[in-house]
């Protein structure tokens, strides 16, 4: 079994920052390529960020280029989401996700693992 733990998100300013954690525990040698998901409210769930399993190749939704960055250090079974210049779109409850191949994927459904989310709210 794996586990996903996500955490950093909170209450920000729009233009503001912050950084998103997921730290995997159990059976961490099936963990590979991870993603990023947010859900808001009335909304589908939708891809933000994706990052191969060596961490070379990363992906991005085109909302979030240029203002997002994902990072993972594998040694401590860990992935971050560095935001920037927050919007209040940007609103969401934010999801990490884990493959069990190395390749990344913009699709929910290639995902085998999931936590539990994290709030991020930006107030304009």
């Known amino acids: 079994q794996v586990r996903l733990v996500e955490s950093g998100g909170g209450l920000v300013q729009a233009g503001g920052s912050l950084r998103l954690s997921c730290v995997g525990s159990?059976?961490?040698?099936?963990?590979?390529?991870m993603g990023w998901f947010r859900q808001a409210p009335g909304k589908e769930r939708e891809f933000v960020t994706a990052?191969?399993?060596?961490?070379?190749?990363?992906y991005y939704a085109d909302s979030v280029k240029g203002r997002f960055t994902v990072s993972r250090d594998n040694a401590k079974n860990t992935v971050l989401l560095e935001m920037n210049i927050l919007k209040p779109e940007d609103t969401a409850v934010y999801y990490c996700?884990?493959?069990?191949?190395?390749?990344?994927?913009?699709?929910?459904?290639?995902?085998?693992?999931w936590g539990r989310g994290t709030q991020v709210t930006v107030s304009s």
């Open positions: 996700a884990a493959r069990t191949i190395p390749s990344a994927s913009t699709r929910p459904y290639d995902y085998v693992y």
């Open positions: 159990g059976r961490t040698f099936s963990i590979n390529a």
């Open positions: 990052v191969s399993g060596n961490g070379e190749s990363t």
